[in-house]
């Protein structure tokens, strides 16, 4: 059964960072697309980070490549995204997801996903 758990979400100052952990379960990591998602209430879920599955290059979107870095650790089968200069506008629930289709960065193709992190930025 795979299960993805995010945690390290919070209240933060604007300029502010976090960093936010994905561990899974019942998965090898590295047979799947990895991403982190945001979503804000009334929007659709956004594409943030990720790493593709059989790749160990990491890929961040463009809105937020200066500021956020993704990694992991295999043997903890963890992802991680690091955040720093935070703005309100990065308010968000941040969600993990696992997907095995070709699209790494469509949450519509994602298989599982966790149930998120909020990370609140005030200003």
């Known amino acids: 059964q795979v299960q993805l758990v995010e945690s390290g979400g919070g209240l933060v100052q604007a300029g502010g960072s976090l960093r936010l952990s994905c561990a899974a379960s019942g998965l090898k990591i590295t047979n799947y697309h990895m991403g982190w998602f945001r979503q804000s209430p009334g929007k659709e879920r956004e594409y943030v980070a990720a790493?593709?599955?059989?790749?160990?290059?990491?890929f961040v979107a463009d809105s937020v490549k200066d500021r956020f870095t993704i990694s992991r650790d295999v043997a903890k089968s963890t992802i991680y995204l690091e955040m720093n200069n935070l703005k309100p506008e990065d308010t968000a629930l941040y969600l993990c997801?696992?997907?095995?289709?070709?699209?790494?960065?469509?949450?519509?193709?994602?298989?599982?996903w966790g149930q998120g992190t909020q990370v609140t930025v005030f200003s």
């Open positions: 997801g696992a997907s095995r289709s070709l699209y790494y960065s469509d949450p519509s193709s994602y298989n599982w």
């Open positions: 790493f593709r599955r059989s790749n160990s290059n990491p």
